[in-house]
C-alpha cells in the first residue's frame, strides 16, 4: 500500500483558473510541463479553502497482481464555511488488468508445438486477405502523414499563441490497454478487498479523530454498515461520499439489469 498526499487541477486552469500563488508553484515555466512537487504550506492552505480549483487529496493506492489491478481511493477532508460542516470525500478508482490479448505471447511456448502452429497458420490466413485489401489505404495514410503532422503543429502553435492549450496527458497507455473483465476470479475478489479494507481504516481513523476532539461519533459508528454497503452516508453535522466502484462480470450485470458503473482509472 502506497500513501502520497496529492494535489489534483484540470491542465485547462493551470493559467487562468487558479491563483497566482498556486500557479507559480505549479507552473513554473508556461512553456514547460507541471511541477512534480509543490511546498506543504500550499497543501496546507488549500486544504483549508475547500472549494478551490485545485483541491489536495490523499491517495491511498495498493497494488496487486504484478501491477495488474490498482486500486486508489482519494480522500478529502474539508470544513465548509462558518465551520458548520464537515465534509468527507471518498473517491474509489480501479485500473483493470491488462486485456488478454495483449497476454497471448505469455502463452505461447519457446518451441510451439504442432497445434499452436496450426492455429497460428490459421489465423494468418484469415486475416492476411483483409491486410492485403487495406494495405492500399496504409499506403496513402502514409502519404499524407506529413500534411496531418503540419497541420497538427499549426493547432498547437495557435493554442500556444492564445494560451488556451491543456496541460493535462490526452492519453494513457496503461488505460487504453486494460480490459473491463477480470482474467482471474480472485482478482475480484481482492479488489473488493482492498477497497473495503482501506475503507474500514479510514473510518475508524475518522471515529478517533472525532473522539479525540469531543464530538459525538455515535451517529456514524452506528451508520458505517450503510457506508460500507451502499456507498453514501448523510448525517446532520457530517456528510461522507463515496462512489462505487464494478468491473467485469458485476458491471455487465449492472448495464443489463440496474444502473451502470462505470470504472474508473486511476
Not at 492549450?165 to 478487498?193: H, K, P, T, V
Not at 448523510?234 to 470504472?263: C, L
Amino acid at each position: 500500500m502506497e500513501v502520497a498526499e496529492v494535489l489534483l487541477i484540470n491542465g485547462a486552469d493551470l493559467l487562468f483558473g487558479i491563483d497566482n500563488r498556486t500557479r507559480a508553484e505549479v507552473l513554473r515555466n508556461p512553456a514547460g510541463p507541471p511541477a512534480a512537487h509543490v511546498s506543504e504550506a500550499l497543501l496546507r492552505d488549500l486544504r483549508e479553502v475547500g472549494t478551490a480549483r485545485a483541491r489536495p487529496y490523499l491517495a491511498i493506492r495498493v497494488t496487486g497482481w504484478g501491477g495488474e489491478l490498482v486500486s486508489t481511493l482519494f480522500l478529502r477532508c474539508a470544513v465548509l464555511p462558518h465551520n458548520e460542516i464537515a465534509f468527507i470525500e471518498g473517491n474509489s478508482c480501479l485500473l483493470p488488468p491488462v486485456n488478454e490479448k495483449y497476454r497471448a505471447v505469455d502463452l505461447r511456448l519457446n518451441s510451439p508445438t504442432l497445434r499452436q502452429w496450426f492455429s497460428l497458420l490459421g489465423m494468418a490466413a484469415l486475416r492476411a486477405p483483409l491486410q492485403v485489401i487495406l494495405a492500399p489505404l496504409a499506403l496513402l495514410g502514409d502519404l499524407f502523414a506529413p500534411l496531418s503532422e503540419w497541420s497538427d503543429q499549426r493547432r498547437q502553435a495557435r493554442r500556444i499563441r492564445m494560451r488556451s492549450f491543456n496541460y493535462g496527458a490526452e492519453f494513457s497507455l496503461r488505460e487504453a490497454a486494460s480490459s473491463q473483465l477480470y482474467y482471474r476470479y480472485f482478482q475480484m475478489l481482492d479488489r473488493e478487498l482492498y477497497a473495503k479494507t482501506v475503507e474500514h481504516r479510514v473510518l475508524d481513523a475518522l471515529v478517533q479523530f472525532l473522539e479525540g476532539h469531543n464530538i459525538d461519533s455515535s451517529e456514524l459508528i452506528q451508520r458505517q454498515t450503510t457506508i460500507y454497503n451502499s456507498g453514501l452516508f448523510a448525517g446532520r453535522d457530517i456528510s461522507v461520499i463515496r462512489s462505487n466502484v464494478q468491473a467485469g462480470a458485476a458491471a455487465i450485470g449492472a448495464r443489463r439489469g440496474g444502473s451502470p458503473q462505470p470504472v474508473k482509472s486511476g
